[in-house]
């Protein structure tokens, strides 16, 4: 069964952003890193992940309908 969620990549990860960000299809029990590697972002390029405003990891299991926040590290000098 397929199921959806909202997906949001910011600053340098805004460009792996798929069509589909609004309604992205997942197999429930899809885990974030999972996800980033659907994407074609590597694990090390997100620092920051939020799901419905919480915060996540690499190994949160995703059901559907979780709206899904990714940020890169911030960068400075």
Same mark, same amino acid.
């Given at each position: 069964m397929e199921?959806?969620?909202?997906?949001q990549l910011f600053?340098?990860?805004?460009?792996?952003?798929?069509?589909s960000a609004e309604k992205y299809p997942i197999a429930? *029990?899809?885990? !974030? /890193?999972?996800?980033l590697d659907q994407l074609g972002v590597a694990e090390n390029e997100a620092k920051l992940i939020f799901i419905d405003g919480k915060k996540g990891d690499l190994t949160?299991?995703?059901h559907g *309908?979780?709206? !899904? /926040?990714?940020?890169?590290?911030v960068g400075g000098g």
């Amino acid at each position: 069964m397929e199921t959806h969620i909202n997906i949001q990549l910011f600053a340098s990860l805004s460009n792996f952003t798929p069509v589909s960000a609004e309604k992205y299809p997942i197999a429930p *029990g899809t885990t !974030v /890193g999972m996800l980033l590697d659907q994407l074609g972002v590597a694990e090390n390029e997100a620092k920051l992940i939020f799901i419905d405003g919480k915060k996540g990891d690499l190994t949160s299991t995703l059901h559907g *309908g979780e709206r !899904v /926040g990714i940020f890169p590290p911030v960068g400075g000098g």
